[in-house]
């Protein structure tokens, strides 16, 4: 069964870091764009960061200089680097398969396809 399995979500203060990653089950994620989505209680789901199958990396504003996107190809694993982190990135993260295109007046636009992962709760506080 094709699926993407998140892990290293949990408890984490103010300021801290954690590391968060996403394995490919009968799926290779080299194959395909990646990114990482999240949606905290009572907010619509967002787009945090995404990575293209030739290593491109995007991050939304939000995040940009804090969370970082990378590949393990040798572990068929997208890993998301948190770094200072903020109550406000207190959410659940889910990974998925991606599109990617260019955006009309510059930049790329990205969003979901259809291989989800269950996801992966992320709380900040002290």
């Known amino acids: 069964q094709v699926r993407l399995v998140e892990s290293g979500g949990g408890l984490v203060q103010p300021g801290g870091s954690l590391t968060l990653s996403c394995v490919g089950s009968?799926?290779?994620?080299?194959?395909?764009?990646i990114g990482w989505f999240r949606q905290a209680p009572g907010k619509e789901r967002e787009g945090v960061s995404c990575?293209?199958?030739?290593?491109?990396?995007y991050y939304e504003d939000p995040v940009k200089g804090r969370f970082t996107i990378s590949r393990d190809s040798a572990k068929n694993t997208v890993n998301l680097h948190l770094t200072n982190v903020e109550p406000e990135d207190t959410a659940v993260y889910r990974c998925?398969?991606?599109?990617?295109?260019?955006?009309?007046?510059?930049?790329?636009?990205?969003?979901?396809?259809?291989?989800w992962g269950q996801g992966t709760q992320v709380t900040v506080s002290s």
């Open positions: 009968e799926i290779t994620l080299d194959d395909h764009a």
């Open positions: 998925a398969t991606v599109w990617l295109r260019p955006r009309h007046g510059g930049g790329t636009q990205w969003g979901p396809l259809d291989v």
């Open positions: 990575i293209s199958m030739d290593g491109t990396t």
